[in-house]
């Protein structure tokens, strides 16, 4: 249930981010909302359901997106593992250095991605900028507190619902049993 809530909200952001945020591809101040999901896919659910989420929304996106076939899943795999690994490795679960990393690894995983599709295709990317980067991760920033508590509610709101529906439906008549 739990992974199609997030396909569903994943959906949603995707069709908000291409539609009314991002006049065009190359536009300077369009939020990445897809990048916050995936952080909080990566500090808060496990690796299979992460996946299990994140393949069909990164497909969409590339899709929805028009620009070069394969750049928006990789940013989304890329930074997915970039982000539970560190997640693992830090030693304080919950802090303050969950947004400000997830505005880094994205400068990282967006620079790494250029490089690499520079070397591939060099004539087609728009040069790197890091006045417009850095904007890119100030709206990162902007954006991930909240979401991150919508996302956070959701996921508490179904979790809760749908085990204590599940736990209404295995109690017997039989209370000494």
């Known amino acids: 249930m739990l992974i199609l809530v997030f396909l569903i909200t994943g959906l ?3 069709v908000l981010q291409t539609t009314i945020f ?9 939020p990445d909302f897809y990048y916050i999901l995936v952080a909080y896919l990566a500090y808060r659910l496990d690796l299979l359901r992460g996946l299990v ?3 069909p929304l990164s497909c969409i996106l590339d899709v929805f997106s028009g620009t070069i076939l394969g750049m928006y899943p990789a940013i989304c795999f890329i930074g997915y593992f970039l982000l539970k690994f560190i997640s693992i490795k830090l030693p304080v679960r919950e802090s303050l250095y969950q947004v400000p990393l997830v505005a880094v690894s994205y400068l990282v995983v967006c620079w790494l991605v250029f490089w690499s599709l520079d070397l591939m295709q060099p004539d087609t990317l728009v040069p790197w900028s890091w006045p417009i980067m850095l904007l890119r991760a100030a709206l990162i920033i902007l954006f991930s507190f909240p979401l991150f508590r919508f996302f956070e509610f959701l996921s508490s709101f179904f979790r809760r619902r749908f085990f204590s529906l599940k736990v209404r439906r295995s109690r017997s008549g039989n209370t000494f049993r």
């Open 12 to 14: 949603l952001l995707i």
């Open 22 to 30: 991002m006049f065009t591809p190359t536009w300077a101040a369009a």
């Open 53 to 55: 989420i994140l393949l």
